[in-house]
T-cell receptor, first 112, second 110 residues
Framework: AQTIHQWPVAEIKAVGSPLSLGCTIK??????LYWYWQATGGTLQQLFY??????VESVVQLNLSASRPKDDQFILSTEKLLLSHSGFYLC???????????FGPGTRLLVL | QQKVQQSPESLTVSEGAMASLNCTFS??????FRWYRQHSAKGLEVLVS????GEKEEGRFTAHLNRANLHVSLHIREPQPSDSAVYLC??????????FGAGTKLSVKP
């Protein structure tokens, strides 16, 4: 069975500080991977997707970047956090681009 | 750009009564429709996927799609308090990124 893990569970960070959020998928080779962001009380938005190692496509510009250093790993990062980056970050995977996306437990980020 | 709107914003039903949630979308070429639910800002759980007009049942969850009316609904049979959550509609045109609605907050009272 496939499992998806996100870390950290929650973060409190200062404006201007760097950020790195991680996501790993076990039990599935070559998955499509996605990052989503949900502002408090807001709508879920897809930020990035990746169909293969080393390849990442940006969907929404939020002064964030993503990388896929390994087949089973997806990283979301920024060098300088903004207050507007606060929210809930979800990683998801799917077998292909057409399939249902399965979501991880999420990371809650508060930027002060 | 695809717009996805859900109604009602919140819904309270008694345990055992049918719960009905609605979702309208603007892009008639969309062909992937999914309902998810989210418990207290946790990960999303996929409930049902539907790709053609008509009905799709997954356990107590039934989705109805009418693309001509730009409408997809979710019906929850015999809802229980543990079904209390935010329900999200996701609409995808072909291979593009899904657009999510703002959600319907469902409360099921014992």
């Amino acid at each position: 069975a496939q499992t998806i893990h996100q870390w950290p569970v929650a973060e409190i960070k200062a404006v201007g500080s760097p950020l790195s959020l991680g996501c790993t998928i076990k039990g599935k080779s070559s998955p499509n991977l996605y990052w989503y962001w949900q502002a408090t009380g807001g709508t879920l938005q897809q930020l990035f997707y990746s169909i293969t190692v080393g390849q990442v496509e940006s969907v929404v510009q939020l002064n964030l970047s993503a990388s896929r250093p390994k087949d089973d790993q997806f990283i979301l990062s920024t060098e300088k956090l903004l207050l507007s980056h606060s929210g809930f970050y979800l990683c998801a995977w799917s077998p292909t681009g057409r399939d249902t996306q399965y979501f991880g437990p999420g990371t809650r980020l508060l930027v002060l | 750009q695809q717009k996805v709107q859900q109604s009602p914003e919140s819904l309270t039903v008694s345990e055992g009564a049918m719960a009905s949630l609605n979702c309208t979308f603007s892009d008639g070429t969309s062909n992937n429709f999914r309902w998810y639910r989210q418990h207290s800002a946790k990960g999303l759980e996929v409930l049902v996927s539907i790709f053609s007009d008509g009905e799709k049942e997954e356990g107590r969850f039934t989705a109805h799609l009418n693309r001509a009316n730009l409408h997809v609904s979710l019906h929850i049979r015999e809802p229980q308090p543990s079904d209390s959550a935010v329900y999200l509609c996701a609409v995808s045109p072909a291979l593009n990124a899904p657009r999510f609605g703002a959600g319907t907050k469902l409360s099921v009272k014992p």
